[in-house]
């Protein structure tokens, strides 16, 4: 009998190891399914393998500049995890730091390998777990070097500059970001042995990060910027989308949206920048408790849904490209902030972003503004968010995930 017993208690745990095997099988078979192929655009939709791809995603500007250092890199893996486990799909992240601490690229042209690594290495774990990358180029703002770098570095080369705005028409400043955008497209990854223009964890490129002309408010002068870029970007890597990085502040193309601004413009035209050929999808962002300070919460969330409803319907109508909400938050710092407030308001955009969702595709997916690691106290802007510490919020992240996968399914294109 005691033969016996022992038989049965052998069979029993090659069983559950058979079961353990088969869900670590199922999950690596999952992270596979999800790094083969590109995310493409059909029309107003996102696609991935032929089938409609919704998701739900967020941002973490900061991975290339704490991977720069070996010893940080865990809080990468951290929050690449969490988010992973939370259904998380799609991070928004720097591929730049242009002069200063950990700066990727040291002054025109020159890099630093060290923080080039360090991006390697963010790649190579959103490859690990499944999590696809929307690479930024630069910044609008000071930040992490931004177009008044590039326009510092023009002065210095010699260049008659009047303001950072020359950026975009100086043609010492357009070949400093041509050769950056090169430079980042071409790079060989060092960990997974794969150039970045062939890798499909990377699902797009961005232009810039929020870009602002104070000196044409017409978005004129930004819309020929964006054709230039977008159709050299393009040249050299036509496997990956393309996106402008914008916030969706609408300009002279069609002067009755202008109403839907929250009180002012920002020099560029979401209608006549998005309608470039070479760029795929459409973004907006949206700071309510910025951009509408002192306002109460229900005026606010007036005009958010507006903001969205008015943004999807020039998409699916004028555009025909994807729509994603890029970057949206709560910030503790508000008069009256508590997490019931945050998750509350979370949930109500997630909702929106669902119904929107639902009809058709255009709505492809949003980018809360931001995850964080454990002990990163010094990135602290109002808006971060440490899933393991915030458990509602974490679990109102996670059932829009689900929702968004799940309506994937069905959504009829």
């Known amino acids: 009998m005691a033969s016996f017993q022992r038989l049965i208690s052998c069979i029993f745990v090659l069983f559950l190891l058979s079961l353990t095997f088969a869900c670590e099988a199922r999950v690596l078979l999952e992270n596979n399914a999800n790094d083969q192929g590109f995310v493409r655009v059909n029309g107003a939709h996102f696609e991935l393998n032929g089938s409609p791809f919704l998701f739900n995603g967020f941002n973490s500007y900061w991975l290339m500049h704490v991977a720069a250092e070996p010893s940080e890199g ?18 928004r992240t720097w591929a730049f730091s242009d002069g200063g601490d950990r700066a990727l690229q040291i002054s ?103 870009p602002r002309n104070q000196a044409d408010y017409s978005g004129n002068t930004i819309n020929a910027w964006v054709q230039e870029m977008a159709s050299f970007v393009k040249s050299i890597d036509n496997k990956h989308l393309l996106e402008i990085g914008m916030e969706g502040f609408y300009g002279d193309s069609v002067p009755e949206r202008k109403s839907v601004n929250p009180g ?28 509408l300070s002192g306002q109460s919460d229900d ?80 990135y602290e802007d109002g808006y971060c968010i440490e899933l393991g510490k915030n458990p509602s919020t974490a679990g109102i992240i996670t059932s829009q995930s689900h929702a968004m996968t799940t309506l994937a399914h069905l959504v009829k294109i």
């Open 108 to 210: 025109p042209g020159v890099y630093d390998e060290r923080v080039f690594q360090g991006l390697d290495f963010v790649i190579s774990e959103a490859k690990k777990y499944g999590v696809r990358l929307i690479l930024s180029f630069v910044n609008n703002y000071n930040d992490f070097g931004g177009k008044a770098q590039y326009v510092q570095w023009a002065r210095n080369a010699g260049a008659q500059i009047n303001g950072d705005d020359d950026f975009y028409t100086n043609y010492i400043t357009k070949d400093y970001y041509k050769n950056h955008i090169k430079k980042i497209v071409t790079r060989f990854n060092t960990i997974t042995g794969m150039t970045y223009k062939d890798d499909s964890t990377i699902m797009a490129w961005e232009l810039m990060n929020e």
């Open 299 to 378: 005026a606010q969330m007036i005009f958010m849904q507006r903001w969205m409803t008015s943004h999807w319907q020039d998409a699916k109508n004028i555009l025909k490209k994807p729509l994603v909400l890029a970057e949206f938050g709560k910030s503790s710092r508000d008069p009256g902030y508590n997490q019931n407030i945050r998750d509350t308001f979370m949930s109500t955009i997630y909702r929106n972003i669902y119904s929107l969702a639902k009809n058709g595709g255009t709505m492809g997916g949003s980018l809360i503004w931001q995850l964080v690691a454990q002990s990163m106290e010094n």
């Open 264 to 291: 002012y413009q920002v020099g560029t035209d979401f209608i006549s920048n998005h309608l470039i050929k070479e760029i795929d999808f459409a973004t907006i962002h949206a700071y309510t408790d910025q951009w």
């Open 74 to 91: 865990y809080k990468v893996t951290e929050v690449l995890r969490e988010a992973s486990s939370a259904g998380l799909s799609v991070c």
